[in-house]
């Protein structure tokens, strides 16, 4: 279909231009005009990084058709306010500490305004279900919701301005202080709305000072890896294996190397150096080589002109699966007959800590509780997709990217294309949320080695499906766990069986099962213990790191048992911690590290029982006093 004219209001000015039919505003807003502080992160309506007002109502830009905009009037966060000039709002949300990794936060700032214009003076349920549609994997929405109410108080109105004599944070002068664009990138210039200035930054101890980056972030000018772009600029995807095991006979790719506008196409085979990388264990390979282990396992790549010609590239490549069969649990995983998902096996490792005698201490035990627990494979869910842009500097390869650990990557890029790694250079743009699962390579070796190929500058931008499809995860973990202790409450003995789903490569396995195995009973002094700890290869998605490292698993597990405890004893669940807790300068961990000082878990608990008190006569006196006549 032929393009046609849209001509709408854009932050408060006229806007005409040819648009395909069928593109969304958001297309439009970031790929036409470039203006990348409204996100893409679903896709689907769902999180809200896209919202943008039309005619001063919040729609998710991702799924409005762009010709539905004709003749109506609509902003961004780009007409909001600039670095410059604040509006409350935004103001707001620094001194309220609400900007974290920043990538909700344009959608979040705009859905506020929309409800603060129609209601000046809302209330906290108001606030949040006006904000139910923006979703914030960091904040946790208290931030949030108090900045919108500070807002309101604040604001005389949505135009009200500063006084003049206010100045921006340090490191906030330019729009690019939290993520520079690559060379010759074009930046859009936020045009200058209503508002007020940015609060002055507060340096000394104990103070709390506006973050360094929360000013483009307010404003949508911080870059993240899809804001990225250069001239010239291909246009990346990756062929995904549709079997969970399969040994792969041949990938024929003549196909998508004729197709008009694909400029490179990869496999294993154009891997010039090392083939495999892993944080830990060097066990995956970049782009599969014989066979694939999980469902979704990248096997081939492709650069184009576009995005649509990479797609339709990628659907012209042949390749030869012969299915195999697939283990989706440790314990089909570890049996005798398993199919072998690595020529070494399936088990990953074993971790084991003794101390004291159990059995003989849960011989002596007055009171035994026992129970299995298992834990889900868990998705980040950060906002962001994976992205990045990679170009060659002469005859150094640049990588701007999502990034948790850009020395890393940068040494396994390097060893993949047989380079020394001052020839690699990983630049870490604004990460827009990671909780761990950006510390493995996602984007890096497609867009390195289509960049090497092609000679040209390389972008790739993971869909959502494909995040979640290609992503690490938390580990499922199961473990069969007991306690003993004596009649007064004391424990005396545990004992805990571990077993973690890694999926198909180790990643970061190797951590997660160390720290289950040393943090298996958390912070409670158990004079006798026994911790077996083991990880496997199945053909699930790949399991990582998350924060945490396994920790998480196990509290819940030993937490369980305590409460279990404390109700056979009869002790408050309280009492129960306070008897067994570690004491400063009188545990030791059950792999024998000597606790010397402390966090303070007992004063915690007693400051945490406090607050629980109060909060719940609190509510009781809410409850007791809608019920009065």
């Known amino acids: 279909m032929s393009a046609q004219r849209l001509e709408f209001t854009l932050n408060g000015g006229t806007c005409t231009l040819d ?29 809200g990084a896209c919202t943008v007002l039309v005619d001063g109502t919040p729609v998710d830009s991702c799924l409005y058709p762009a010709m539905k905009a004709a003749g109506k009037n609509v902003l961004t966060i780009e007409g909001l306010g600039d670095p410059s000039h604040l509006h409350p709002i935004q103001r707001a949300f620094i001194e309220e500490g609400a900007v974290q990794c920043g990538f909700c936060t344009p959608g979040m700032v705009l859905t506020a305004k929309a409800l603060l214009d129609r209601d000046p003076d809302p209330d906290e349920q108001t606030i949040r279900t006006a904000i139910s549609g923006n979703l914030c994997r ?23 301005a500063a006084p003049p004599d206010e100045t921006p944070p340090a490191g906030a002068a330019s729009p690019l202080s939290s993520g520079e664009a690559p060379p010759s990138t074009p930046v859009t210039t936020p045009s200058l709305g209503p508002g007020a200035a940015p609060v002055a930054p507060v ?23 899809d804001d990225l772009s250069m001239p010239g600029m291909l246009y990346a995807k990756v062929l995904r294996s549709p079997h969970a095991h399969a040994r792969i006979h041949y990938v024929d790719c003549s196909k998508a190397r004729s197709f008009p506008g694909v400029r490179a196409v990869v496999t294993s085979a154009d891997v010039p ?57 440790v314990d089909d995983s570890l049996a005798d007959n398993a199919p072998r998902i690595h020529d070494n096996g399936n088990l990953l490792l074993m971790r084991r800590v003794l101390r004291g005698d159990p059995d003989a201490a849960f011989a002596q035990a007055d009171l035994i509780v026992e129970e299995t627990f298992r834990t889900p494979l868990i998705e980040h869910a950060y906002i962001e997709p994976e992205a990045g842009l990679a170009w060659l500097d002469e005859d150094v390869l640049v990588l701007h990217c999502v990034s948790q650990g850009v020395h890393y990557q940068r040494g396994e890029i390097a060893a993949m294309l047989g380079w020394p790694v001052n020839r690699v250079r990983v630049k870490q743009a604004t990460v827009g949320g990671a909780f761990g699962g950006k510390i493995d390579l996602s984007v890096h070796p497609y867009i390195a080695l289509l960049a090497v190929k092609a000679g040209r500058p390389v972008k790739l931008v993971y869909t ?30 545990g004992e805990a069986h571990i077993s973690a ?21 958390g912070p409670y002094d158990i004079p006798n213990v026994r911790v077996e700890s083991l990880a496997a290869f199945t053909n699930n998605p790949i399991a990582g790191a998350m924060r945490g490292f396994g920790t998480p698993q196990l509290a819940f597990a030993h937490e369980q048992l305590i409460d279990m405890l404390a109700a056979k004893t009869g002790l408050s ?12 300068g009188q545990a030791h961990t059950p792999s024998g590290q000597y606790i010397a000082d402390s966090e303070g878990l007992l004063a915690t608990l007693e400051r945490a029982t406090e607050a629980a008190t109060t909060a719940t006569a609190a509510a009781t006196g809410r409850r007791e006093g809608n019920d009065a006549p």
């Open 138 to 160: 960091c904040t946790g929405y208290e931030k949030i919701a108090r900045s919108i109410q500070r807002a309101a108080t604040k604001a005389a109105g949505p135009s009200a």
């Open 203 to 225: 340096g000394h101890v104990g103070s709390s000072p506006a973050r360094l980056d929360a000013v483009p972030k307010v404003c949508g000018t911080a870059r993240f890896s």
């Open 464 to 493: 959502r499906e494909e995040s979640m499809i290609a992503s690490p995860k938390r580990h499922p973990i199961t473990v069969r766990m007991r306690l003993g202790s004596d009649r007064s409450g004391r424990l005396v003995a």
């Open 273 to 329: 150096g090392r083939p495999n990388y892993g944080i830990i264990t060097k066990d995956q390979p970049y782009l599969a080589i014989d066979r694939v282990r999980f469902e979704g396992e990248a096997v081939a790549a492709v650069a184009a002109d576009t995005p649509s010609l990479a797609r339709q590239a990628l659907e012209l490549i042949e390749v030869d699966y012969e299915p195999l069969p697939g283990v989706f649990s």
């Open 573 to 584: 669940p309280l009492q129960m911690r306070k008897l067994n807790g570690f004491q400063p």
């Open 501 to 521: 789903d890694s999926g198909a490569y180790a990643s970061y396995s190797y951590a997660v099962v160390t720290r289950t195995a040393v943090c298996a009973f």
């Open 19 to 47: 648009v395909d039919p069928g593109a969304s505003l958001l297309d439009v807003l970031r790929d036409d005009l470039g203006l990348t502080g409204t996100k893409r992160g679903c896709s689907e309506g769902e999180c």
